[in-house]
């Protein structure tokens, strides 16, 4: 049996990463001292020394030498509900909304509980979402999909229609435009769910686009762009470049092996890997070809970033290099000092990762991290390393390259190039500093 590391750190999960009004209290009049104390003084019972050493029984925790009642109960027969859902235990773990973000956007959001996960794959029930104006629980046999525009033979597919077409699954990272928008100014929000949270990854499951541009004809000579809208009442619509639509865009209804969920686009949305998330239109309707960007309102007035010059940026089609630490990050706590595994997510919208670097200084000195595979283009990609916490206080930072070569850069880089008027497309580097008291908070360095 592998030993445990003799000094292995220990850190509160805390998987919403909030503190309740009762502990905030608690912290303000001294009691989280007595809380910490509690929790260490229970790890320490068992000794860790004494499995490493092979004896037979580690001594005094009552956790392992009282039989509970479930190990002479019996269990219960197959769930109840005939599909399964979480511990009890884990209630905590749960999308949230964000009141700052109304600052973006009247309409809702939220944010996936990034600090919780494990892997790459983004749980369905955790997916992040973002609605411009709502969302519906679509009937797919009334729902239909008409292409139109430059192709010869205009169509409207209904479900059934689309489903016996050849299908592919790959996995992808969906990212809002938005995501990490509120750490451009001077506001550090609390956890890695907020700064974060707009971020998740599926094996997503539908037909190549290409497959119903071809079916029904579409103009070689003039076609240059087409246009995805969905059936909600925000008719959300967005211009796609023709090479990306022939490219690996897909027309999916499956997502993590499932039908998609009402919220995340049900019965169809469009994927397009690699490209912010507005441009995956959810309760997909209708596709249009086209010779030229078709300017909606969601490219003209929303998703542009006023650079410092006065211009907005428009047409952002690729989401940067990027990178965060989600364990230790902002709410946790190190409980004690010792060996800890930092880890994280890392993506790119240009291909897929080469190298993560982490650094816990502050970014002087940086080591490279394990990636975890599989390591796929346009997918998260999961990254560890081993860091030993010696009490003192420290920043934490991790830093992502792509096969490109492109960098992704600290805060301040990107603000000499896109200033400070920005909201959307913030990719810099993230900073967690850890405090003597084992406290981990965001915090914006210079
Ligand atoms: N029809 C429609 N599609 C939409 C939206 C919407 O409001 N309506 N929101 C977009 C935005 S801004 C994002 S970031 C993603 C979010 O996808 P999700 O809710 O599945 O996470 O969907 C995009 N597709
Ligand atoms: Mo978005």
Redesign the pocket.
């Known amino acids: 049996m592998m030993a445990k590391p003799a000094h292995a750190g220990r850190l509160r999960r805390a998987p919403e990463n909030f503190l309740t009004r009762e502990q905030i209290v608690d912290v303000q009049s001294g009691r989280r001292d007595f809380l910490r104390k509690a929790f260490v003084a229970a790890g320490a019972s068992l000794s860790v020394q004494a499995w490493a050493q092979g004896s037979a029984q580690p001594k005094g925790d009552p956790a392992i030498l009282e039989l509970p009642a479930h190990s002479h109960t019996l269990g219960l027969p197959v769930a109840e509900r005939g599909y399964g859902l979480p511990s009890q235990y884990e209630r905590n773990l749960a999308r949230r909304e964000s009141p700052g973000l109304t600052r973006v956007s009247a309409?809702s959001v939220s944010f996936a509980p990034l600090q919780g996960l494990f892997g790459i794959i983004t749980p369905n029930g955790l997916?992040?979402?973002?609605?411009?104006?709502g969302?519906h629980d679509i009937d797919p046999a009334t729902h239909r999909l008409m292409v139109m525009g430059m192709v010869k033979n205009p169509k409207v597919y209904t479900m059934d229609d689309l489903m016996r077409l050849p299908s592919v699954s790959r996995m992808h990272f969906?990212?809002?435009?938005?995501?990490t928008g509120m750490e451009w100014g001077n506001v550090a929000v609390p956890t890695v769910q907020y700064t974060h949270g707009?971020l998740?990854c599926s094996e997503f499951t539908g037909v190549p686009l290409k497959v119903l541009l071809d079916d029904c004809g579409f103009d070689r000579k003039r076609a240059r762009f087409v246009l995805a809208?969905?059936?909600?009442g925000?008719?959300?619509a967005?211009t796609i470049p023709m090479d990306r639509a022939l490219d690996d865009v897909m027309v999916a209804w499956g997502m993590n092996g499932e039908m998609?969920?009402p919220?995340?686009?049900y019965p169809l949305?469009?994927v397009v890997p690699g490209v912010?998330?507005?441009?995956?239109?959810?309760?997909?309707r209708r596709i249009e070809v086209g010779d030229q960007p078709f300017a909606t309102r969601?490219e003209v007035l929303?998703?542009v970033d006023l650079m410092p010059d006065g211009v907005a940026r428009q047409y952002t089609w690729t989401q940067e290099c990027k990178s965060v630490i989600t364990t230790p990050s902002g709410g946790q706590t190190l409980l004690d000092r010792g060996q800890y595994n930092v880890t994280g997510l890392a993506w790119s919208g240009r291909g897929k990762v080469r190298r993560v670097d982490v650094s816990f200084d502050g970014g002087r000195n940086w080591r490279t991290a394990r990636l975890q595979g599989p390591v796929l283009g346009k997918c998260l990609t999961r990254f560890n390393i081993d860091w030993t916490w010696n009490g003192g206080p420290a920043i934490l930072q991790s830093r992502a390259i792509d096969e490109t070569g492109y960098v992704q850069p600290q805060k301040r880089q990107l603000r000499e190039v896109r200033g400070t008027r920005s909201i959307y497309h913030n990719n810099a580097i993230q900073s967690w500093q850890v405090d003597a008291t084992g406290e981990v908070r965001n915090v914006h360095l210079g």
């Open positions: 309409a997916h992040f979402e973002r609605h411009h104006q969302w969906i990212e809002c435009g938005a995501n707009m998740s809208e969905g059936a909600d925000a008719s959300l967005r998609l969920r919220e995340n686009g949305r469009l912010q998330g507005v441009s995956w239109v959810k309760w997909l969601e929303h998703y």
